[in-house]
Nanobody, 118 residues
């Protein structure tokens, strides 16, 4: 059974940092393209950052470039999102997603809440 479990969300003040983790079971993250998405109340889910299967090429939404960093630890089978210089507009539920390159099937985590507020 494939499972992605996010953790690391919480309440942080503007300018602060958080690191989200997404631990996978039932699949090998090193063989999947993976991404972080977020969804704020009343808004559509948006892509925040992605990392490719081979070579670990990364891409970021313009709104988070230079502040957020996606990475993957293959030994721990875990995806990370380091979030720095957080802003109130970063408040959202953050989801990890991994896509099977060969089948195109997507696997999603349950989401973790990030709230940026003073």
């Amino acid at each position: 059974q494939v499972q992605l479990v996010e953790s690391g969300g919480g309440l942080v003040q503007p300018g602060g940092s958080l690191r989200l983790s997404c631990t996978a079971s039932g699949l090998d993250l090193s063989s999947y393209d993976s991404s972080w998405f977020r969804q704020a109340p009343g808004k559509e889910r948006e892509l925040v950052a992605s990392i490719t299967r081979p070579g670990s090429s990364t891409n970021y939404a313009d709104s988070v470039k230079g502040r957020f960093f996606i990475s993957r630890d293959n030994a721990k089978n875990t995806l990370y999102l380091q979030m720095n210089s957080l802003k109130p507009e970063d408040t959202a539920v953050y989801y990890c997603m991994s896509r099977n390159f060969f089948t195109g099937k997507d696997y999603w985590g349950q989401g973790t809440q990030v709230t940026v507020s003073s």
